[in-house]
Structures are given as C-alpha cells and as structure tokens.
C-alpha cells in the first residue's frame, strides 16, 4: 500500500515536463551553461533508470529524508513538519465544529422529519453543498473582516484567527454532513426493532438517545474518514486564502513555484495522514458499533 | 486482523514522531504569534508594553522574501538592505546617486585604483569594529559565495591598511561608486560565525530576533546604530502574497504599512486622513522583448506596429491607477540620460489605425493573421493584464497572439522559444546606464534573448564603459536611445512608481527610487 | 400514484434545462453584446448599470458578457470529461469484475491507491504536474473521478453476474460478450448515470477551484473560477466581479444536483 502511494507520487513527478536541474540552478540564481547541467543533472541522478531512481528516493524517505526544496534549498522535511500541524489544528478544530453542528441539527432534522423546519434545512444545506469553498471564503472574508470588522484577515495560530478559515471549512462540510446524518438516522428509525421498543413503552427520547444513536455512532464515525479527505483538499484552497500557515499553502505555492520535492512529499503526507485516520476508523468500528461488537462476542 | 493492526502502529507512530518533531518549531511560532495576536485582538497598533514603539509592515515575496540572513547569499543581501539590517559603502540618494555612507571620503587615484577610507568608531551589531579588513574580509567571503558578485563588479584586488581600503579593478570603472550600492556589497562581519537562523552581524539600525525564511522577520533596534538610536524598538515584518489580505490588514489595523503596493489597490487608501501613500518613480519599467530570430519579427514594421497597439496611456492611468508614467523611450525621465526628449520616436502614441496599416502592407489581415507566441511570468498581474488588453487588439488588426504564462522564463527565453516575451525589469537599480545596456543592448547581452546586434549600439556601450563624465555618459546613452528607439528590438511600456502605504501613525518615511531600502532610523510611529 | 408522475415530470422538466443550459451556453457565445476580451481601461470598475447589467472588472471587460462567455468551458468541459471518465472507469470495472482473478486484484489495488490520495490534492498534484491548460486541469480532475466508476460498477457487475437470468442466459449458450452488453449493461446503468449526473457539478466546482488556484485553462479565460480569482485583488473595488460569476456557479452546480436528485428519485420508483 505504502509503496503504492510512494510509487504514484514519484512517477507524478518522474512524469512533469521540466528540467529538475535547470530549475534547481535558475533557482540560485545561477545562469546555466550546458556543462552546468549535466553535472547537475548527475548529482541529482537524474541520468540513472527510472526503478534506480525511485529505489533511491524511497530510501531517502524511509530515512526521513524527503530531499531539498528547490524553491528555498531547504530540506523539505523540516518545511513539512513546520507546516503540517498547521494544517491538522485547522482540519481538527473545523471537523470538531463540523460533528459539533451537525450531528444534533441532522438528528433533529431526522425526528421531525417533513416538518417546515426540516425543509428549510434542507434546503441551506443543499445551497451551501452547492457552494464552492472559495466563494464562501471570499464572502465570509468581505463581510465579517471588512464591513464588520470582526475578524482579522490574517491567519494566525491564535483563536481569532482559527475562525474564519474553520467557518469555512465547517460550513460547507456540515451541509454535506447533515445530509448524511439525517439518512443515517432515518433509515435507523426505520428498523424493525424500533416499533419493538415503543411497544415496550420506551418514550421517544430514550429510543433515540439510547439506541438509534448508539447503533449509528459506527457509520457516523466512518463519514468522519471521508469527510476528512475532502477536508484535507478544501484546506488547499482556504489556507492560501486567509494566509494560513500550514501545508495546504506551502503546497499551492510549490506548485506555482513547480517545486516537485516539496509537492512529492505533500502528497504522500496527505496520503499516509488520510490513511491513518482511516485505517484508526476502522479499527475503532467494532468499538463503537455495539451491534458489530456483541456479534463479535457471540 | 495482526497485520493490519501492525500497519496502523507503524503508521502512526511514524505520523506522531514526525509530528511531534515539528511541533517543536511550530510551537515556538505558536508562543511568538500568539503574542502578537493578542496585540492584534486589542485592535491597537502599538503594543504598550512598557511603553515600546512596534511598527509592523506588510509585503509580497517579492518584497520581503529572503531565504537567509546571509547578505552573500543569492539575493538575500537585497533584502537584508531592505530590512534595515545590512549596509553598503556608499548609499543612493532620492536621484539614485551614490553617497559615501559607511565611508568618510575617498579617491580615484588612477583609472583602475579607489581609495576608500572608512568612517571611525562603527561597529557591527556583535561589538567587532568595522576596519578596512573586515570590509576587505567580508567582500572576499561574497565574491567566493555569489558568482553575481563577480558579474557585477570585476575586482582585481583588495588591501586593507587600519581605516584604509584600496580596491584595484581590471579596467576603469566609471561606475564603482553605483555598483558599490549593490545591497549585494553589504558589510557584514565575516570573520564571526554566522548564524544558521539570524545571520550575518551588520551595521545597520535593526538587528534580527526572529526568522523564519519567506515567511517573517522579527527585529530589535540596534541602540548602537552608528547614525543615531532609532526611534522604534521593535519591528516585524510579514510577508503576505496575497494582495487582498495584505490590504484589509492594514485596513484592519493589523499592520501599518504595506510596502511595494500594487498600484490597484491604491484607491482603497484614499483617504488622507488616514493613510499616506508614499511614491517615488522608480527605475522598473514593463517591456516587451522581440525575437528577432523570428522571421514575421524581423521586419521591424511589425515591431513597431505591435508597438503601436499598446494604449499605454491607459494602462498607466487605469491599470496601475495613474502611478505609472507611459514610456515612449527606455529610461524614466527622472534620470538624467532618460526621458524622449530630443529623440525621435517613430512610435509615440496608441494608433491602432496606423499599425493596421503596417499589418497590411506586411500582407497579413484578420483572415489570414501572423501568430505569435507571446511569454510572461504567471505572477506578475501588471504584465498580465497588459497581455489581456494588448492580445485582443492585436487580433482586429491581424496578428493573433497566444499567451503563456510561466513561473520561470530563463529557460524558455534562452531556448529561444517565444516570439514576444512581455517583461519587467528595474532598468537602472544603482542609477548605472551600462546596467541594462550590458543585458539588453549589446550583441552578445546577458539578457538579450532576442538577438539584437547593431554594431554602433555596441560601439556606444564600449565608449561608455571608459567615459567618466557625467555629461558626456548622458550624451552617449542618448544615442543609443535613438538608435534602439529606431531598431525597436524592445518596446518600452511604462515607468512605475514605488508605492508605500502607512497610516498616518506613522512617519520619517523615506521612499527610495532603488527599491534597496525600507527600514532606517528616521521611522517612528504614534502611540 | 400521483407522486410517481410528479417525479417524472420533475426529471423531464430538469434534463430539458439542463440541455438547454448546454444548448444555450453553445448559441450565446456568438450572440453577446460586449466582447467579452476586448479590453475598454476607461471602462473599468463600473459597477452594474443600464450598460454593464453586472458591472465591468478591472480592464473594462463587461463581466455578464464574459460569465455567459465561460459558461459553455465550465458546461461542456464537464459533461465530456465525466462521459469520458464514465465510459473508462466502467471498462476497468467490468474487466476487473469479468475477468477475476489476478486482473481484477491488480487493478483494484490500483484503484485503492488512488483512493489513499484525498482527491482534490490529487487533483491539484497532477494539474500541478502537468502545468496549466484546460486540457491538463480536466486530465487531472479525470485520473482522481474515474476510481468511482470503476469500483461502482464492478460491485453491480458482480451482484448481478450471479443471479438468475444470467444463469439462464448462460445455459442459453449466449457468450460472455453478448451476455455483457445484453444483459448486465443495461441493468448496472441506471445507478452509474445517477453519479455521472452528480459528478457533473461536482466536476464544475472542482474545474473551478482548480482554476482559481490558478491551474485552470489558459489565459486569457472567461472561466469562472480563473475570473473570480483574478477578482479577489479587486474586492473591496469591485465586489461585483465575484459575486456574479459566483452566483452563475451556484445556481449552474444547483441545476446538475436536481437533475442527479431527480434521476434518482424516478429509478428508486421505477
């Protein structure tokens, strides 16, 4: 798997037009001569076969060496490892608020399914859904930064500043999340089992709280491993828009800069962080889903 | 379920340890920027504590980007001059002539030999005094570190004697004293070690606390400055590429200045009451550069009538809101060799009739159009948005261009691979002529990618290397002005002007035409 | 009984807009008023009046004329790249699925690779990778939509491949590329254009953000990602600049996801 990933993100790079040594050289500023490319081009052994290559650079990875920035000449592992956490709080903190909005709103709308509140719900949700990331931002920005004066514009690791970017992310994400969060609780509601318990005399508080939202809190959490995926690429976007200083930022800039050891190592970072989340949901799913779990006892 | 469950702890102690690796320089910035943004969220300015001055100050990367505090390396020693942290020998003025600055007098005594003596009592920021043989030592350490150094100013060899500098160059140099401004020349001590983080030790009013690469630099006044304490203790400096969040940051208050501002987003500044805008013509000028390899392009009608379409009127008014001044000629008219005035320009105005005509007679029409390729950098929205209003002209009388944009133009330019190249230059950053005519102008021009030759332009470049007076240069730059404004390899567009912004809290600024300087010891600020 | 015709109605009523939509982003371009890339400086900033019903941007460029203009790249950009990704995603799932074996585990693994990638950083590394253009923003949108496809319709092929009547179709002597395109074709259809439906807006916004990080289609565009972007220099000058191209995004995305709802409510029905 992890030589999947490690692959891909290397014949990406292996595969972009652009002289690796002439960027590297133009870079210091240094007018090239054809001799000065070639023995850069050997150091970077650039001139070796392609498996060579790829075998040297995993290496290096394993090392922890993700190789020098040609845009800084600065080793992209420290670049990385200043930025990503960065990145996590933000992603962190706009999930938290995210879950925090929408599991209660998704909830509600599920139990009073039909109802006008619901509808109007429905219907935000389906307008922010239909949103791109970078408008809301802009409006956002325009509106509370500048007319209200409310929030800075500048990203910086303090609380002020976490919560436009979060706003954003928060907002578009919840409006997908509700959704799902509704149809999960629904179809919940619909279980058989259901008329079940309200035959018993259980009220409807105690079926919901009890048990509908128990047996979903495994599905819930793994929308959460999804969600963070399209979290993790929205934050490309917003981080370059309010300045924040994390890896989504470093990345566009590397990109615009074609800085290939800086995007190379974004990548499998973004891959290997996603992964693990994933791979954490599904090891806490049988924890957490209590139906899953007593089968397993059985 | 064993080997999953392997996976997932390798994975995550591998997340965790690089993480918490990098939480360490994240958690310093943390303590760092917290302060400051606690600041902020009092919406004040000026930080009372203790009753110290703070000035913080807003740019792009291409204002404040420094990779290092290293004045030797690349070009950090441009923005270490900017920052306030490093000096030069001889300082431009607001004409972009050299001063003496850190030298008290000096002397030509031959054509090839200057003698330099250097002011008494200046020391770096680290206590070392500052004598002919740290100078002598700290240039030796560039020259070997930077191969511009060389390319810039050719020195044979150096001496140092107590206060005394001799510098020996391999042939007459009429302009040393411009070059000797090249903030690349910056005097550092370079017989200390120099900081991986903070740098070199230099002689400038601030010394650096702070730095993290591209990104900001926090600094302390040096109370040691040789020109006088400054007036605020503390500065920082953010760099911020993009545009809008620089401007609501000052509009917020956050900073109180944005150097280098984009002339569009003058009009949001207004406001007199509030904000000044500072302004003074600098040497950088867009330009389009003619390949002249290409066969359409060698006939120099085409060129002119490309010349003709651009409203550079317009682009000066609208685009870069009236701080710009259209250039029908090379240099800005604030130098003394620039300006139109006496030459004779086939071209010297916007005339889209005229060019059709030239188009015509060359035997291309909108039917049947003349492609060209047309390069620029993807960054640079002056040249973008002149690119956008020149290529639909272009296409009505004709000539159908195609754009593309690039991060990096060196390759291309050099592999020849473009037909118009749409650039921006400073023409004469130390107020030296030979500076763009050795790039541009000459046949074999480190710049010239169009491959102009004129063998009485190269003529004139050689006598003006050896000429020393003033208005003889100015004669001998003006003919060459004729004789490129005839041959339209290059067609001038525009001069701009530098723009700084600060609010009104603000004062003691000094808006050098060079671009080298920002930060001086005249700055002070409100409470 | 009622409800079934409603929706069916509904789906009728939402793929005529959207052809028209498509239809009409083709006919508009020859049809404008202002050209959208002749450039007008004294013009510029205006905000919206009798003249410029949506205002004019920074070079005097009338900003309704230029959204309608980039409306047919976003449109048609879109819908052939999601009808390309569609017909390669379900080839690779079919073989996969038919073929079995060490095809299909080969070829799921490579899938799941792509999925370890959140896909819009996949996205941008590619477009990053192959530089700016429209053709090399779709390419890179199409390597990271293509895996839904892929995966979606190898699931149907193998839920359906055992049940009855392709048994009996096998015990008919069909061979296995007629009980393909006869059989299990048609039936695994409907839930895949549902998600091609969806994935068209999706696509859009995704085209768009692509674009306003500036790896969209080259200049000079009409694009609405690329205008907005452009804009935000100008926000505070001329807000109307992102607001219009952002509002043509929305109600455009809105449009595609009510086909794609509707397409779904009729085949959940029916």
Request: contains cysteine.
């Given at each position: 798997m992890i030589i999947g990933i490690t692959f891909l993100s290397f014949l990406l790079s292996y595969l972009s037009p652009g002289d690796p040594a002439q960027i590297l050289l133009n870079n210091q500023g240094v007018k090239a001569s054809e001799e000065a490319l070639q023995s850069t081009r050997h150091e970077l052994g650039l001139d070796r076969p392609m498996i060579v290559q790829y075998g040297d650079w995993l290496m290096d990875l394993c090392k922890g060496d993700m190789g020098t920035s040609y845009k800084s000449n600065r080793p992209v592992l420290n670049e990385m490892t200043a930025k990503i956490p960065g990145t996590l709080i933000l992603t962190v903190t706009a999930l938290g608020v995210t879950m925090l909005l929408s599991i209660p709103l998704g909830t509600w709308c599920a139990w009073h399914a039909g109802g006008k509140a619901d509808r109007l719900i429905q219907m935000v949700t389906y307008l922010f859904a239909s949103l791109p990331s970078f408008f809301l931002a802009l409006l956002l920005m325009y509106f509370l930064s500048l007319k209200i004066k409310l929030f800075p514009v500048i990203g910086s690791l303090s609380l002020k500043g976490l919560v436009m970017p979060v706003l954003t992310l928060a907002l578009t994400l919840s409006a997908w999340y509700i959704r799902q969060v509704r149809a999960i609780i629904r179809k919940e509601m619909q279980g058989s089992y259901i008329d079940g318990l309200r035959a018993r005399g259980m009220s409807e508080r105690q079926i919901l709280f009890g048990h509908v939202l128990r047996n979903c809190r495994g599905p819930l959490v793994t929308l959460i491993g999804i969600s963070f995926g399209s979290m993790l690429g929205g934050t490309t976007i917003v981080e370059s828009i309010f300045s924040w200083p994390g890896v989504g930022k470093l990345a566009v800039d590397a990109i615009t800069a074609r800085d290939y050891p800086v995007i190379q190592s974004y990548v499998v970072w973004m891959a290997v962080i996603y992964l693990s989340i994933n791979y954490l949901i599904e090891f806490l799913y049988p924890l957490l889903d209590p139906r899953t779990g007593r089968r397993r006892q059985k | 379920m064993k080997k999953k469950l392997l996976t997932i702890a390798v994975t995550a102690a591998m997340v965790l340890g690089l993480v918490a690796c990098g939480s360490n320089g994240g958690n310093n910035e943390t303590k760092a920027v917290e302060t400051s943004a606690s600041e902020t969220a009092a919406e004040s300015v000026v930080s009372e504590d203790d009753g110290e001055k703070t000035l913080k100050a807003g740019a792009t990367t291409g204002f404040f980007g420094a990779e290092s505090l290293d004045p030797a390396n690349n070009w950090d020693g441009w923005i270490m001059s900017i920052y306030g942290i490093s000096e030069n020998l001889f300082r431009l003025d607001d004409n972009l002539a050299p001063q003496p600055w850190l030298v008290d007098s000096y002397e030509n005594t031959d054509d090839t030999t200057w003698v330099f003596t250097l002011k008494d009592g200046i020391t770096f920021s680290n206590g070392n005094a500052v004598t002919a043989e740290a100078v002598k030592k700290c240039f030796e350490r560039t020259y070997s570190n930077n191969t511009r150094a060389a390319s810039t100013l050719k020195m044979d060899s150096i001496e140092a004697d107590g206060q005394t500098l001799t510098i020996h160059t391999p042939e007459a140099n009429p302009t040393i004293l411009n070059d000797l401004c090249d903030p690349m020349f910056g005097v550092y001590d370079a017989e200390s070690e120099i900081d991986p983080e903070l740098g070199a030790s230099c002689t400038g009013p601030y010394v650096a606390t702070a730095f993290t690469a591209m990104t900001e630099v926090k600094m302390d006044k040096n109370s040691h400055?040789?020109?006088?304490?400054?007036?605020?203790?503390?500065?920082?400096?953010?760099?911020?590429?993009?545009?809008?969040?620089?401007?609501?940051?000052?509009?917020?208050?956050?900073?109180?200045?944005?150097?280098?501002?984009?002339?569009?987003?003058?009009?949001?500044?207004?406001?007199?009451?509030?904000?000044?805008?500072?302004?003074?013509?600098?040497?950088?000028?867009?330009?389009?550069?003619?390949?002249?390899?290409?066969?359409?392009?060698?006939?120099?009608?085409?060129?002119?009538?490309?010349?003709?379409?651009?409203?550079?009127?317009?682009?000066?008014?609208?685009?870069?809101?009236?701080?710009?001044?259209?250039?029908?000629?090379?240099?800005?008219?604030?130098?003394?060799?620039?300006?139109?005035?006496?030459?004779?320009?086939?071209?010297?105005?916007?005339?889209?009739?005229?060019?059709?005509?030239?188009?015509?007679?060359?035997?291309?029409?909108?039917?049947?159009?003349?492609?060209?390729?047309?390069?620029?950098?993807?960054?640079?929205?002056?040249?973008?948005?002149?690119?956008?209003?020149?290529?639909?002209?272009?296409?009505?009388?004709?000539?159908?261009?195609?754009?593309?944009?690039?991060?990096?133009l060196d390759d291309v330019l050099q592999a020849g691979n473009f037909d118009i190249a749409a650039l921006s230059y400073a023409l004469a950053p130390t107020g030296n002529a030979q500076y763009l005519i050795n790039m541009l102008f000459v046949s074999d021009g480190t710049d010239n990618y169009g491959h102009y030759s004129n063998s009485d332009v190269d003529a004139d470049a050689q006598k003006l290397e050896t000429t020393f007076d003033t208005s003889e240069r100015d004669a001998i730059v003006k003919d060459l002005t004729q004789k490129v404004v005839d041959d339209c390899p290059d067609a001038f567009i525009a001069s701009q002007q530098l723009l700084i912004v600060y609010n009104n809290k603000v004062t003691g600024v000094d808006v050098n035409p060079s671009e080298y300087y920002l930060i001086t010891n005249t700055l002070d600020i409100a409470e | 009984m009622k409800k079934k015709k409603m929706i069916k109605v509904r789906l009728i009523i939402l793929m005529v807009l959207c052809a028209g939509l498509l239809l009409g982003a083709w006919i508009v371009r020859g049809h404008l008023i202002h050209e959208p890339f002749r450039t007008n400086v004294r013009q510029a900033f205006q905000a919206p009046c009798r003249e410029y019903i949506f205002g004019t941007d920074n070079l005097g460029r009338c900003v309704a004329c230029r959204i309608l203009y980039g409306a047919a790249t976003s449109l048609y950009a879109a819908v052939l790249a999601v009808i390309a990704v569609f017909i390669i995603g379900t080839a690779v799932g079919v073989t996969a699925a038919y073929a079995g074996g060490i095809v299909d585990r080969i070829l799921m693994k490579i899938t799941l690779v792509f999925q370890a990638f959140p896909n819009f950083i996949l996205a941008v590394a590619v477009a990053g990778m192959l530089g700016t253009g429209l053709k090399n923003s779709v390419l890179a949108l199409g390597a990271v939509y293509w895996i839904t496809y892929a995966k979606l319709s190898r699931s149907l092929v193998l839920s359906i491949r055992d049940s009855e009547y392709i048994r009996a179709a096998k015990i008919c002597g069909a061979g296995p590329t007629a009980i393909i395109f006869k059989y299990i074709l048609p039936n695994m259809v409907s839930p895949l254009i549902v998600t091609a439906a969806l994935d068209v807006s999706s696509f859009i916004l995704s085209m768009a953000g692509l674009s306003f990080l500036g790896l969209g289609p080259s200049r000079p565009t009409a694009e609405w990602g690329a205008t907005m972007s452009e804009a935000k220099t100008f926000i505070q000058q001329a807000p109307w600049c992102i607001v219009f191209p952002g509002l043509a995004l929305l109600v455009t995305v809105v449009i595609f996801n009510l086909l794609g709802d509707a397409l779904r409510d009729v085949i959940d029905e029916g």
């Amino acid at each position: 798997m992890i030589i999947g990933i490690t692959f891909l993100s290397f014949l990406l790079s292996y595969l972009s037009p652009g002289d690796p040594a002439q960027i590297l050289l133009n870079n210091q500023g240094v007018k090239a001569s054809e001799e000065a490319l070639q023995s850069t081009r050997h150091e970077l052994g650039l001139d070796r076969p392609m498996i060579v290559q790829y075998g040297d650079w995993l290496m290096d990875l394993c090392k922890g060496d993700m190789g020098t920035s040609y845009k800084s000449n600065r080793p992209v592992l420290n670049e990385m490892t200043a930025k990503i956490p960065g990145t996590l709080i933000l992603t962190v903190t706009a999930l938290g608020v995210t879950m925090l909005l929408s599991i209660p709103l998704g909830t509600w709308c599920a139990w009073h399914a039909g109802g006008k509140a619901d509808r109007l719900i429905q219907m935000v949700t389906y307008l922010f859904a239909s949103l791109p990331s970078f408008f809301l931002a802009l409006l956002l920005m325009y509106f509370l930064s500048l007319k209200i004066k409310l929030f800075p514009v500048i990203g910086s690791l303090s609380l002020k500043g976490l919560v436009m970017p979060v706003l954003t992310l928060a907002l578009t994400l919840s409006a997908w999340y509700i959704r799902q969060v509704r149809a999960i609780i629904r179809k919940e509601m619909q279980g058989s089992y259901i008329d079940g318990l309200r035959a018993r005399g259980m009220s409807e508080r105690q079926i919901l709280f009890g048990h509908v939202l128990r047996n979903c809190r495994g599905p819930l959490v793994t929308l959460i491993g999804i969600s963070f995926g399209s979290m993790l690429g929205g934050t490309t976007i917003v981080e370059s828009i309010f300045s924040w200083p994390g890896v989504g930022k470093l990345a566009v800039d590397a990109i615009t800069a074609r800085d290939y050891p800086v995007i190379q190592s974004y990548v499998v970072w973004m891959a290997v962080i996603y992964l693990s989340i994933n791979y954490l949901i599904e090891f806490l799913y049988p924890l957490l889903d209590p139906r899953t779990g007593r089968r397993r006892q059985k | 379920m064993k080997k999953k469950l392997l996976t997932i702890a390798v994975t995550a102690a591998m997340v965790l340890g690089l993480v918490a690796c990098g939480s360490n320089g994240g958690n310093n910035e943390t303590k760092a920027v917290e302060t400051s943004a606690s600041e902020t969220a009092a919406e004040s300015v000026v930080s009372e504590d203790d009753g110290e001055k703070t000035l913080k100050a807003g740019a792009t990367t291409g204002f404040f980007g420094a990779e290092s505090l290293d004045p030797a390396n690349n070009w950090d020693g441009w923005i270490m001059s900017i920052y306030g942290i490093s000096e030069n020998l001889f300082r431009l003025d607001d004409n972009l002539a050299p001063q003496p600055w850190l030298v008290d007098s000096y002397e030509n005594t031959d054509d090839t030999t200057w003698v330099f003596t250097l002011k008494d009592g200046i020391t770096f920021s680290n206590g070392n005094a500052v004598t002919a043989e740290a100078v002598k030592k700290c240039f030796e350490r560039t020259y070997s570190n930077n191969t511009r150094a060389a390319s810039t100013l050719k020195m044979d060899s150096i001496e140092a004697d107590g206060q005394t500098l001799t510098i020996h160059t391999p042939e007459a140099n009429p302009t040393i004293l411009n070059d000797l401004c090249d903030p690349m020349f910056g005097v550092y001590d370079a017989e200390s070690e120099i900081d991986p983080e903070l740098g070199a030790s230099c002689t400038g009013p601030y010394v650096a606390t702070a730095f993290t690469a591209m990104t900001e630099v926090k600094m302390d006044k040096n109370s040691h400055y040789w020109g006088g304490e400054p007036a605020i203790d503390h500065i920082e400096l953010k760099i911020m590429d993009d545009v809008d969040a620089l401007n609501m940051a000052l509009q917020n208050g956050e900073i109180d200045m944005i150097a280098q501002l984009p002339a569009a987003s003058a009009s949001l500044f207004s406001d007199t009451d509030t904000y000044t805008i500072g302004a003074a013509t600098s040497t950088r000028s867009q330009f389009l550069q003619f390949n002249l390899e290409s066969e359409a392009l060698k006939d120099v009608n085409i060129r002119k009538a490309i010349s003709m379409c651009i409203d550079r009127e317009g682009y000066a008014d609208v685009v870069f809101a009236g701080y710009a001044k259209p250039s029908y000629g090379i240099y800005p008219d604030t130098l003394s060799y620039g300006g139109t005035e006496g030459i004779d320009l086939s071209v010297d105005k916007y005339d889209t009739e005229a060019a059709k005509a030239l188009v015509e007679a060359a035997g291309y029409t909108p039917e049947k159009p003349l492609e060209l390729k047309l390069v620029t950098y993807s960054y640079n929205t002056g040249l973008l948005q002149m690119t956008d209003m020149l290529q639909p002209e272009l296409e009505a009388i004709g000539i159908k261009l195609s754009i593309e944009t690039y991060d990096v133009l060196d390759d291309v330019l050099q592999a020849g691979n473009f037909d118009i190249a749409a650039l921006s230059y400073a023409l004469a950053p130390t107020g030296n002529a030979q500076y763009l005519i050795n790039m541009l102008f000459v046949s074999d021009g480190t710049d010239n990618y169009g491959h102009y030759s004129n063998s009485d332009v190269d003529a004139d470049a050689q006598k003006l290397e050896t000429t020393f007076d003033t208005s003889e240069r100015d004669a001998i730059v003006k003919d060459l002005t004729q004789k490129v404004v005839d041959d339209c390899p290059d067609a001038f567009i525009a001069s701009q002007q530098l723009l700084i912004v600060y609010n009104n809290k603000v004062t003691g600024v000094d808006v050098n035409p060079s671009e080298y300087y920002l930060i001086t010891n005249t700055l002070d600020i409100a409470e | 009984m009622k409800k079934k015709k409603m929706i069916k109605v509904r789906l009728i009523i939402l793929m005529v807009l959207c052809a028209g939509l498509l239809l009409g982003a083709w006919i508009v371009r020859g049809h404008l008023i202002h050209e959208p890339f002749r450039t007008n400086v004294r013009q510029a900033f205006q905000a919206p009046c009798r003249e410029y019903i949506f205002g004019t941007d920074n070079l005097g460029r009338c900003v309704a004329c230029r959204i309608l203009y980039g409306a047919a790249t976003s449109l048609y950009a879109a819908v052939l790249a999601v009808i390309a990704v569609f017909i390669i995603g379900t080839a690779v799932g079919v073989t996969a699925a038919y073929a079995g074996g060490i095809v299909d585990r080969i070829l799921m693994k490579i899938t799941l690779v792509f999925q370890a990638f959140p896909n819009f950083i996949l996205a941008v590394a590619v477009a990053g990778m192959l530089g700016t253009g429209l053709k090399n923003s779709v390419l890179a949108l199409g390597a990271v939509y293509w895996i839904t496809y892929a995966k979606l319709s190898r699931s149907l092929v193998l839920s359906i491949r055992d049940s009855e009547y392709i048994r009996a179709a096998k015990i008919c002597g069909a061979g296995p590329t007629a009980i393909i395109f006869k059989y299990i074709l048609p039936n695994m259809v409907s839930p895949l254009i549902v998600t091609a439906a969806l994935d068209v807006s999706s696509f859009i916004l995704s085209m768009a953000g692509l674009s306003f990080l500036g790896l969209g289609p080259s200049r000079p565009t009409a694009e609405w990602g690329a205008t907005m972007s452009e804009a935000k220099t100008f926000i505070q000058q001329a807000p109307w600049c992102i607001v219009f191209p952002g509002l043509a995004l929305l109600v455009t995305v809105v449009i595609f996801n009510l086909l794609g709802d509707a397409l779904r409510d009729v085949i959940d029905e029916g």
